[in-house]
């Protein structure tokens, strides 16, 4: 059946601009989707999801006017129960016959078969192919209703002049237009209280037609650009907008940049239909303030592209993606230079005020701000992170480094009663380092404040030195602790104070700082300085639980197998910084020819094991009987004191890699040795040299979970 392209569109007032691109795509693919499924479209089909702040839309080549039609099998009743002795039909098979539109004279051409242990019988028919109109009639009520809408709105519908009256609507926001064409012909579909045309709106101000009357399917974005003055593609209209930037930091010169966000672009491009790149400016005392802060006011509250200098500070311009294109734009550049004004004066306000008084003296104001519930306020949890600060700091340097680690955990959430902070959240940290040298104090101790939060996402970077980084392990444990402490766990879809953030973090420090720290005494640093506040008896272990969990996840995304993870983090390893050196070390064993057998034997032992809880690694050779236990005692003399040596200098590899040598006597040992004589000095004897083996092999990583 002959096949043309398809073209659907839902005109609506101004979608959300954080959701637009999921929407755009989640209504072409469930279109796409439906049609599939209702043999209207194929593999081959293709889609080009449209979105601009006023509309969704799809194209879909290869799409049939009519699905093919479908032999369909339907089971009715057992063969005993249709049919009886005499081979007629009985009321019941008749019945089920005429409930499907056909009457006696089909029981002749009913098939038989075997279905299960009976037989039973099939009425075999030919459905008709749904025509386009029915499909897209489902496909389009499945799209819109599988939409990731944010909020959905009510709105109400004057339904037509034969029924008047009005019909109440919910949709993300109040749709005006429908089109669904079929190559050049319309698709009669309603939807959302409309039906369906070839009339579709361009640009509010700017087109030079309304409505755009589109000619067929193929011309739809051309025509919204050529006569609606709009560029219908998010990913296009996307690209537009980067081209101009980049075009506009050139014009200004300098080695000028615009600020790389992708999120703001995201968002930019989902408020405009039709991108104009402006360069703005601003006065240039204005950069006597803290950059982020005047970025943060740009990005968030005006959405402009701030431009940077080739050292990446802020200049005193910045690009304006405007909706319009005036020939005399000298209006619209004026007007976002007057909006804009306002804004970073704000700013330099808090500024000024702000370092009128010391991060000091602020600190008594956080134990007005209440932390949790449980926990209590902002003031009691500094004073814990302090003391988990300090014991963190002793370990890894010296009297300064306490001392320091100590005053930035005292001031490290002091900004956080300022005014730049209340204004802007996103800042907190980053105003404390400022603040903290306007008061004079070390690089480190304000670096300290600065880093505490870090790292805040994945892949973000980590605190500077050992100040920071024991002020922000504090940070994150104290928090942990706490919440594990009140049974206030993280479950599968919430996680609202970021305990799983957090953990990473700590993991990332410990692994990537190499830092020489245990993590069950940091855990236990930490709740020793929550006290009675832990309600929970065993939150200890259910978060050393979490964050190892958390470790074997980080582990599988890097690329580790899950057997690797699995055998190194099995004996749960007390130094985090150690995991990368042992999974190497993991990695090159399983290498080795007889890595196979060592692991296969390691798990058989560790079986043995298990089932004869009165051993130890006690061995007395005296007792040995027979030569393949002399010889793999004899073996473990000379290879497990190298392997030991080489585990206590770090060589985890090398450890790993003289065990090897034991292949030969440990198969020897299964294949001529009974483990489990009757004598039972001799049965204890041989256990304690499996068990001597057993801990000799597993120290660096389970090797039994190498095993196939």
């Known amino acids: 059946m002959e096949s043309k ?10 979608l959300p601009p954080k959701a637009l691109k999921k929407l755009g795509q989640a209504f072409g693919d469930v279109l796409l989707a439906q049609l599939r499924a209702q043999g209207l479209a194929d593999a081959g089909s293709l889609l080009t999801p449209y979105a601009s702040p006023r509309r969704l839309a799809a194209h879909v080549t290869q799409v049939a006017a009519r699905a093919a039609d479908k032999a369909v099998s339907q089971k009715l009743m057992p063969v005993s129960v249709g049919l009886d002795a005499a081979g007629n039909a009985t009321p019941a ?6 409930a499907l539109g056909a009457d006696a004279s089909a029981v002749a051409s009913l098939k038989r078969t075997m279905d299960g242990k009976a037989e039973a019988l099939f009425y075999e028919s030919v459905a008709p192919g749904a025509t386009l109109a029915e499909g897209l009639q489902k496909a389009l009520a499945e799209a819109i209703a599988k939409l990731p809408i944010p909020k959905v709105m009510s709105y109400q519908l004057e339904t037509n002049c034969e029924l008047p009256g009005w019909t109440s609507v919910s949709f993300v926001r109040p749709a005006h237009g429908l089109v669904a064409l079929h190559g050049d012909a319309v698709v009669p579909v309603t939807a959302l209280g409309l039906a369906a045309g070839r009339d579709t709106h361009g640009h509010r101000f700017e087109a030079a037609v309304d409505p755009v009357v589109l000619r067929n399917a193929d011309s739809y974005a051309l025509q919204l650009q050529d006569e609606g003055a709009v560029i219908a593609g998010f990913e296009a209209r996307r690209a537009e907008i980067a081209r101009q930037l980049a075009e506009a930091a050139v014009s200004v010169g300098g080695g000028a940049e615009p600020i790389q966000d992708e999120a703001l672009l995201d968002e930019v491009t989902a408020l405009v239909e039709r991108p104009n790149v402006l360069v703005c400016q601003f006065e240039p005392e204005f950069l006597e303030v803290p950059q982020e802060c005047l970025i943060l006011t740009m990005k968030a509250n ?20 405007s909706n319009i294109r005036p020939d005399d734009a000298s209006a619209v550049i004026g007007g976002n230079e007057r909006v804009v004004r306002p804004r970073l004066a ?38 814990r992170v302090r003391a988990i600060a300090a014991a963190i700091a002793s370990e890894l340097g010296d009297a300064t480094l306490i001392a320091q680690a100590d005053q930035a955990a005292q001031l490290a959430k002091t900004d956080l009663v300022t005014d730049m ?10 105003m404390g380092r400022y603040y903290a040298l306007n008061d004079g104090l070390p690089a480190a101790v304000a670096d300290a404040i600065e880093d505490h939060y870090k790292p805040r996402f994945a892949g973000d970077e980590l605190p500077r030195g050992n100040v920071g980084l024991a002020v922000a392990l504090a940070d994150k444990l104290e928090t942990l602790v706490g919440m594990f402490g009140i049974g206030n766990l993280p479950t599968g879809d919430r996680d609202p104070f970021a305990l799983r953030r957090h953990a990473l973090g700590v993991v990332r420090m410990l692994i990537e700082r190499d830092l020489p720290l245990e ?7 930490a709740a020793d300085a929550m006290g009675p506040l832990l309600t929970q008896a065993d939150a200890q272990v259910q978060l050393l639980d979490f964050i190892y969990d958390r470790l074997a996840g980080s582990l599988r995304e890097q690329g580790a197998s899950a057997q690797e993870v699995d055998a190194v983090l099995g004996n749960r390893p007390e130094r985090l910084a150690e995991v990368p050196k042992r999974l190497a070390a993991v990695r090159a064993f399983a290498q080795l020819p007889e890595a196979p057998a060592l692991a296969a034997a390691n798990k058989r032992i560790g079986n043995i094991l298990k089932k004869s809880p009165e051993a130890d690694a006690h061995v007395n050779p005296q ?7 002399t010889a793999l005692y004899d073996a473990m003399q000379g290879v497990v004191p190298d392997a030991n040596a080489r585990f206590d200098a770090g060589d985890y ?43 000799a092999m597993n120290r660096v990583a389970l090797l039994e979970r190498l095993a196939a």
């Not at 005006?302 to 993606?321: C, I, N, S």
């Not at 902070?421 to 940290?429: D, H, I, K, T, Y």
């Not at 007792?623 to 236990?629: K, M």
Request: zero cysteines; charged letters at 25%; glycine letters at 8%.
């Open 5 to 14: 392209n398809l073209l659907v569109e839902l005109f609506v007032e101004e």
């Open 93 to 98: 098979l008749l019945k089920k016959l005429a």
């Open 302 to 321: 005006q959405k402009y592209f701030p431009l940077l200098d080739a050292k990446g500070r802020l200049t005193h311009r910045f690009l304006v993606v």
């Open 346 to 383: 704000d700013a330099k306000f808090f500024f000024d005020q702000d370092r009128k008084k010391t991060l000091a003296s602020r600190v008594g104001l956080l134990a007005k701000v209440v932390y949790h519930n449980k926990l209590g306020t902002q003031g009691e949890r500094v004073e």
């Open 421 to 430: 902070v209340g204004e802007f959240p996103e800042l907190q940290g980053t």
């Open 519 to 525: 993590l069950s005494r940091l855990v236990g640093i």
């Open 623 to 629: 007792l040995f009987r027979e030569s393949a236990e």
């Open 653 to 695: 590899t090398g450890s790993l890699q003289s065990l090897a040598a034991l292949r030969a006597p440990v198969d020897a040992f299964f294949d001529g040795v009974m483990v489990n004589a009757e004598e039972p000095d001799l049965r204890l004897n041989r256990l304690g040299l499996l068990a001597s083996l057993h801990r």
